[in-house]
């Protein structure tokens, strides 16, 4: 499991198991003016992320952990709740690009993924963690997203300060990091990777044993490392971006307050940029280095800055120290690639305001991608609740102002690795009958027939039911509701829609029939 931390602490995540049926509608396509993902493969212009055209690009995502894991693979997939409804709602709202985290143990032959509710993700029973890895990049890039993969641990057993373990030595993970950029070379929704997440001090000074910046110890300087992996990356795929994190202390020693050593500023976790314009990454392939910071609010940890009578005024200059300067100076572009909040102390929402400002609106703001999608984040909670489905209002609220909708830019380009996303959008007809109606209340059905060629498994459909109507029960599939929009997904022993056959769904429901559900889809076509 996944957790946050502070400089010395390590804080331990909760599973959550809430198992409930409900499903978030397809998306339609975003609109094309909010390109802010850009087409073909990203570079850099200073400060800037660019396109292949070289027009600005904004990434303005989240983190889907679970990889990284025992599970081995992205969690919620026990969930009632389709991955690719998921992956729709993440879009719907507006996020463009997911930060996917991973440990070497999920590529090792013969792993196993786990966790996955054989009734809601069928297609995934049986595939390994990169089969269903595929997947999801391939459905992703369908929406125009773009992915960035995150070597977020050696192990699925924790986090490591420096990059590498007695188990997990520099070469595997070198190897595994090169493998994958082989893997998605043509594929230009996956446009990079974080090559170590949250390297950080340990020990104290003289004898620190953590990942330092700058201080020419091959076996512990982040920097000389990231150059090293880097530019291996770069080897084997020359289009993607190479991100790379902070430290938490430059020294890679945690502060000590009873020795007479002058302590440093340190930060969180991965947090620390502070020594990489003295100390920059250098790379052989020009135009692809990403620098990338991780911040949080007090509810994670109470660092110092939080107790400052200046707060938050204060916290602009703590940024700009710590990461803020190597984009105001057109040095990088820098991805806050992990940042969130229970929003239980008051002050986590001015944080998490203040934060939104500094980074900027636009395609010319910074990039982020949001710790986290999931909810069994113990120590900051998600942008969905237990039931994988249900938004938490208050935190996408201070998040929606700065998101740019998927559109264009992602999707396989040659791929061998590529295959086509089954159960995508075809076209369809549809009707609907009222079967009968009462006072505050009435049922209905809903049919459709599957008009493509090809087949729609698994079949999803989506209507829209009256103002104030709510299903109250259902049959022939597994219904979900969001405000006035219905979701039934396939049962279990008809999960396919072949040409030309049709599937029908009845309910009951309380409120007006009047107007009947409309605007039916089948897995995002509009039927007619």
Not at 55 to 83: S, Y
Not at 222 to 227: G, M, S, T, V
Not at 499 to 509: D, I
Request: net charge negative.
């Amino acid at each position: 499991m996944r957790s946050k931390r502070s400089l010395a602490v390590l804080l331990a995540t909760a599973l959550t198991a809430a198992l409930v049926a409900v499903i978030i509608p397809a998306l339609s396509s975003a609109p094309a003016q909010a390109a802010g993902t850009g087409t073909g493969h990203l570079s850099t212009r200073g400060a800037q992320i660019i396109d292949a055209t070289g027009n600005p690009v904004r990434m303005t995502g989240l983190n889907w952990f679970g990889m990284e894991t025992d599970n081995k693979t992205f969690h919620g997939l026990w969930a009632q709740v389709t991955w690719r409804s998921q992956v729709d709602h993440m879009a719907q709202l507006g996020y463009n690009t997911i930060r996917i985290p991973y440990s070497d143990d999920a590529l090792k032959p013969g792993a196993v993924a786990s966790g996955i509710n054989d009734y809601t993700n069928p297609d995934l029973v049986g595939l390994s963690p990169l089969q269903i890895l595929d997947k999801v990049i391939d459905y992703a890039g369908d929406k125009g997203m773009r992915v960035i993969l995150d070597r977020h641990r050696p192990t699925s057993a924790g986090q490591s300060a420096l990059w590498y373990t007695a188990a997990t030595p520099e070469s595997t993970w070198i190897a595994n990091m090169t493998m994958l950029a082989r893997r998605y070379a043509s594929d230009s929704t996956v446009v990079g990777i974080d090559l170590h997440n949250e390297p950080h001090a340990e020990g104290t000074e003289p004898n620190s044993t953590g990942s330092c910046w700058g201080c020419g110890d091959p076996a512990r300087d982040w920097r000389l490392a990231a150059e090293r992996g880097g530019n291996a990356v770069l080897a084997a795929n020359p289009n993607w971006l190479i991100v790379v994190e902070g430290v938490s202390c430059p020294s890679g020693g945690n502060p000590n307050a009873w020795d007479d050593i002058p302590d440093e500023p340190c930060g969180w976790w991965g947090g620390n940029l502070s020594k990489a314009g003295q100390f920059p990454v250098r790379l052989n392939v020009p135009n692809k280095l990403v620098y990338s910071a991780h911040d949080y609010a007090i509810s994670v940890f109470h660092q110092k800055w939080f107790d400052d009578p200046a707060f938050p005024a204060n916290l602009p200059g703590i940024w700009d120290g710590f990461w803020g300067y190597l984009f105001k100076n057109n040095t990088a572009p820098v991805l806050l690639g992990e940042f969130g909040s229970t929003l239980q102390d008051p002050r986590d929402a001015v944080w998490l305001r203040e934060l939104m400002r500094y980074l900027g609106t636009g395609t010319s703001g910074q990039s982020f991608t949001y710790w986290s999608w999931n909810p069994n984040s113990g120590d900051t909670g998600g942008i969905v609740g237990d039931d994988w489905v249900t938004v938490n209002q208050a935190k996408q609220s201070i998040l929606q102002p700065y998101l740019i909708p998927p559109a264009g830019g992602g999707g396989p380009t040659g791929s061998p690795t590529s295959s086509p996303t089954p159960g995508g959008p075809g076209s369809c007809t549809a009707t609907v009958r009222i079967d009968n109606s009462w006072q505050g209340g009435f049922q209905a059905a809903v049919t459709v027939t599957n008009t493509g060629t090809a087949a729609v498994n698994p079949w999803s459909l989506v209507f829209t039911l009256p103002s104030g109507a709510n299903v109250q029960s259902g049959w022939n599939g597994a219904f979900g509701q969001s405000g006035t929009t219905v979701t039934v997904t396939a049962p279990a022993h008809g999960p396919s829609l072949a040409p030309g056959a049709s599937a029908s769904v009845g309910f009951t429901s309380t409120g007006s029939s009047t107007p009947p559900p409309s605007a039916v889809r089948l897995n995002g076509a509009v039927c007619t």
